[in-house]
């Protein structure tokens, strides 16, 4: 793997922080019975972002080594690292600005140190929203972006590739934000219907697979893509494809969805391992897509 595995969890940690936040937005306008759900998404957003975050930059090496030069990053406009830089930077205050917004208030020894700062966010509540929206956006396309622009890698470069981790980061953040609000729920004794957000989940998935074919096939079209899709389908990565990605990320959680949709709500335990499956479908993805990147040379030989 060209990548350290801290990328990996980059991408994933990344996309399921902003999709979180879009979960939690979308559950802000559905009402006070999915206030769990609202605040589950953005609580678990901010820390999502910055602890993946924190792995890229050292996975960069001069985060260890030269921390200093660091801010070059921010001045290189022309660079897709320095889109996502401003992109993160912005991101990860707001998401928590935004999460003091909508939680509750934390144990009084605590909260004395963040109420000023609780009541600022509450009153510019609405614009924190717009801006975590906007910046969610952002950082869940930039991680397929950071993937395809460099052009050694025909399986990565192509622009399906944002679509999928867009897709993808969307559902991760949702499965991310419903376990999280459903143990909340259970712990403070509230009944949390679970049947709008798998039906949601339903129509996210189908996109996913599909946009993964999708992808599959316009990497196939050179020769190094098609090496790489074999190596998923077929060769050293199939397991992992196959049953990790595709039947427990993929068709498993939609039959899960499906079943407890049609029973109405009545087996969130069914919903819940749909969710689990989604997760660790969203990471195999990342892992997959890395692992399976095969360069090819650019310009002359020498």
């Not at 969307?170 to 419903?178: D, E, N, R």
């Amino acid at each position: 793997m060209v990548w350290g595995w801290q990328i990996a969890w980059y991408l994933f940690l990344g996309g399921l922080g902003a999709g979180a936040t879009l979960t939690s937005l979308v559950a802000s306008r559905s009402g006070s019975r999915f206030t769990t759900i609202e605040r589950a998404g953005a609580t678990l957003a901010g820390p999502a972002v910055a602890f993946g975050t924190a792995l890229l930059v050292f996975d960069l090496g001069m985060g260890r080594r030269e921390p200093w030069r660091l801010v070059y990053l921010y001045f290189n406009w022309q660079s897709p690292m320095t889109w996502g830089t401003w992109i993160l930077t912005l991101f990860i205050p707001i998401a928590l600005l935004h999460a003091l917004a909508v939680t509750g208030s934390l144990a009084p020894r605590w909260e004395r140190f963040v109420a000023p700062v609780r009541r600022v966010c509450v009153r510019a509540q609405i614009a924190l929203k717009v801006a975590a929206g906007v910046l969610a956006l952002a950082a869940a396309i930039y991680t397929g972006v950071l993937l395809s622009v460099p052009p050694s890698f025909p399986l990565l470069s192509s622009w399906l590739l944002p679509v999928l981790f867009l897709v993808s980061a969307l559902s991760t953040g949702l499965s991310a934000a419903v376990v999280v609000g459903y143990i909340k729920a259970r712990r403070q004794r509230i009944e949390l219907d679970l049947h709008p957000w798998s039906r949601i989940h339903i129509g996210l998935v189908v996109v996913e697979l599909g946009v993964l074919l999708a992808w599959l096939a316009v990497g196939s079209a050179s020769p190094a893509g098609s090496t790489s899709v074999q190596m998923l389908v077929s060769g050293s990565l199939a397991p992992v494809f196959w049953v990790v990605l595709v039947m427990a990320g993929l068709v498993g959680p939609v039959l899960a969805f499906v079943v407890e949709t049609a029973k109405r709500g009545q087996s969130p335990r069914l919903a819940l391992a749909g969710e689990a499956g989604v997760l660790a479908g969203g990471l195999a993805l990342r892992y997959l897509v890395l692992l399976a990147a095969v360069p090819v040379l650019i310009g002359p030989a020498l």
